[in-house]
């Protein structure tokens, strides 16, 4: 009887454990995802994601459903937006989130190259 009890307690504890490295692998996961879409973020240029309006979406490719939301609100000092990104999903009916929040510039990136300068520069030597 006692060793059935230690049997029933030692797969109760592996469940527990089988859970818990999986319920961890999520959320490296998500914080993996909110680095990936802060860094989009930040290439695109914030104020595009504010003109587009695109503010949320979802993660595709994924066993488990990811969805993001950015929270944007500027600052008030020079180009400087406030972002707060959340990523959300489903474990067992209960939902879990990470949520991450940084400070971006709201040019992105991107670089537009110039056309280069029509003007020379020539030496003269004296001899």
């Known amino acids: ?62 066993q488990v459903k990811y969805t993001w ?11 400087l937006y406030g972002v707060t990104l959340t990523v959300s999903w489903m474990h067992r009916n209960r939902q879990y989130k990470v949520v991450v929040e940084s400070r971006l510039n709201g040019t992105g990136g991107t670089v537009e190259l110039l056309a280069p300068s029509s003007t020379t520069q020539t030496s003269s030597s004296g001899g």
């Open 1 to 62: 009887m006692i060793l059935c009890g230690a049997v029933v307690t030692l797969g109760a504890v592996g469940t527990v454990c089988l859970t818990q490295t999986k319920l961890n692998g999520q959320y490296e996961t998500a914080a993996a995802l909110a680095d990936r879409q802060l860094s989009l973020i930040d290439y695109a240029g914030v104020d595009v994601f504010i003109q587009k309006g695109q503010t949320e979406g979802e993660f595709e490719n994924s």
């Open 69 to 79: 939301r950015a929270d944007i609100a500027y600052l008030g000092i020079d180009n």
